[in-house]
């Protein structure tokens, strides 16, 4: 009679699993939209937030709310994700060049995708995401020439009247220029 094999998350690495085997506790996180996702001690806790809430109550056993509107679903699956192939690839010392390539994979969503990401990141204190997602956002915007530019690649509207525009034109010349760096 051979033993039961180790179910596992599919993107666990052996290592990841064994640590849940040997006792790596699940963590009930509780979205903004009411549902419930598992996730292992050991990923939940690279949340500075998560964790300090598990120090505070003592109790792994209790649902942990994320009561931030971004921290939807679709959102903390992602971010899961992402800290489940961040621990992997420290588990097994990945080279940078495997991680930068997952990283511009990852980075690679919708503009509605990204910034609720970097929300959820920064609600959840996940710096290392938070970063990842904001370099995103600056290179979109480098990209741009003028502010025009940001508006329409963003999708912002002008706030401003046609006369504040201009007078802003007039007293800073340098930032409608197409040609500056």
Known sequence: ??????????????????????????????????????????????????????????DTNEVVPLADKSCTLNIIQRVVEYLKKHAEFEAQGADDEVMNNYDKEFQEQSDEIIFQTILAANFLDIKNLLELMCKKVADEIKKCKTPDDIRARFNIRQDYTPEEVEEVKRAHPWIYDKHAK
């Open 1 to 58: 009679h051979s033993p039961t094999p180790l179910v596992c998350c599919p993107s666990f690495t052996p290592q990841l699993c064994t640590a849940f085997a040997m006792g790596d506790t699940e963590i009930t996180l509780e979205t903004y939209d009411k549902h419930h996702v598992k996730v292992p001690k050991t990923i939940a806790t690279r949340s500075a937030i998560i964790n300090m809430m598990i120090e505070d109550t003592g």
